[in-house]
Nanobody
Framework: QVQLDESGGGLVQAGDSLRLSCAAS????????MGWFRQAPGKEREFVAT????????YYGDSVKGRFTISRDDAKNTVYLQMNSLKAEDTAVYYC?????????????????WGQGTQVTVSS
């Protein structure tokens, strides 16, 4: 089992950058495929990005492709989400998630472990 703790959210202006962190504790994060999701008020939870257990492969949702970058540092048991060129529509609670399985899972139901989320607000 792994526990996930997100940090790094905040209030920024459109065009700014922000980096989210997800610290894993318990079983080491290198055993898991990691992902980021987000949920805006009144909307379903949306896939953002995922990274393979080796860190060699990544996959992104269409709405963030080219602007966001997911990475992991297994020595620190931490996954990052670098968010550039932020837009007002990126405003949401961002969640870190983990699963045992191959890269490519984009549904929340495919992930077993979740953090509590961190709020990102982008003002236009």
């Amino acid at each position: 089992q792994v526990q996930l703790d997100e940090s790094g959210g905040g209030l920024v202006q459109a065009g700014d950058s922000l980096r989210l962190s997800c610290a894993a504790s318990g079983r080491t994060s290198r055993d898991y495929t990691m992902g980021w999701f987000r949920q805006a008020p009144g909307k379903e939870r949306e896939f953002v990005a995922t990274i393979s257990w080796s860190g060699g492969r990544t996959y992104y949702g269409d709405s963030v492709k080219g602007r966001f970058t997911i990475s992991r540092d297994d020595a620190k048991n931490t996954v990052y989400l670098q968010m550039n060129s932020l837009k007002a529509e990126d405003t949401a609670v961002y969640y870190c998630a983990a699963r045992v399985g191959a890269l490519g899972a984009v549904l929340p139901s495919q992930y077993t472990y979740w953090g509590q989320g961190t709020q990102v607000t982008v003002s236009s």
